[in-house]
């Protein structure tokens, strides 16, 4: 049991590999951000993300309430052991909300690009959503493709990390000693072991470059 006096954070967790309709809600003593990074293991494909967060010296009561009050609903909750429910993440912020405003020392937050922000009304839960959405939409961007930086089939660009020349074959692939390759493809097969990564996955275009500017270099000069 916690101490009364002592606050802690009752967390809405959401995760990219999830339905958008699921969330995690949860419990912690401690700041969320640590709470998040102990969830994230090899039986989860990505990492959880801070949803929203309520802090407050009750925060044992109000996860027993949240889950009561959405167990009401309906049976949403997807395995009566865990704290996984087949619910919209802004239906369980208004539940939280609603519990919010009959405690005095609870401070909600609702997260943006990660950050936390204080929010004190239902309309500002709203805005700060809205925001969220609009900045993940700029933040979207479509595939490199040459032409975006000026460069053409023929023209040749590096590979940095070996000093290899390679030729520009069509908008999205090179060629080198006869392949094909997408650039991702290409760093992934020709990267040196030790600056290899877990996951595989590469960003191509910052390890090849043109006239000595990488290539996400020369896309951001153009975009800009």
Do not use: C
């Not at 993440?89 to 922000?117: F, H, N, Q, T, W």
């Not at 040459?146 to 660009?157: A, Q, S």
């Amino acid at each position: 049991m916690s101490n009364d006096n002592s606050q802690g954070y009752v967390y809405i967790l959401t995760n990219p590999s999830f339905r958008e309709d699921w969330v995690k809600i949860g419990k912690s003593s401690r700041p969320v951000d640590v709470r998040s990074k102990e969830l994230d293991n090899t039986a989860v494909p990505l990492p959880f993300e801070i949803y929203a967060t309520l802090k407050t010296s009750k925060f044992d009561k109000v996860e027993k309430q949240i889950h009561k009050q959405i167990d009401r609903l309906t049976d949403l909750r997807i395995r009566q052991n865990r704290e996984f429910f087949n619910i919209a993440p802004s239906v369980a912020l208004d539940i939280m909300r609603d519990i919010a405003d009959l405690l005095e020392d609870a401070e909600l937050a609702v997260y943006v690009d990660g950050k936390p922000v204080i929010s004190r009304s239902k309309e500002e839960d709203k805005k700060i959503e809205a925001d969220s959405k609009e900045n993940e939409r700029r933040a979207q961007k479509p595939p490199f493709k040459f032409h975006m930086i000026g460069l053409n089939v023929g023209d040749t660009v590096v590979f940095d990390e070996l000093n290899l020349s390679v030729t520009v074959a069509s908008d999205d692939k090179v060629e080198y000693q006869g392949r094909l390759w997408s650039l991702s493809a290409f760093t992934r097969e020709f990267l040196p072991e030790n600056k290899q990564n877990s996951s595989g996955a590469y960003q191509g275009p910052k390890y090849f470059s043109y006239k000595g500017k990488t290539l996400s270099e020369l896309r951001k000069d153009s975009d800009r």
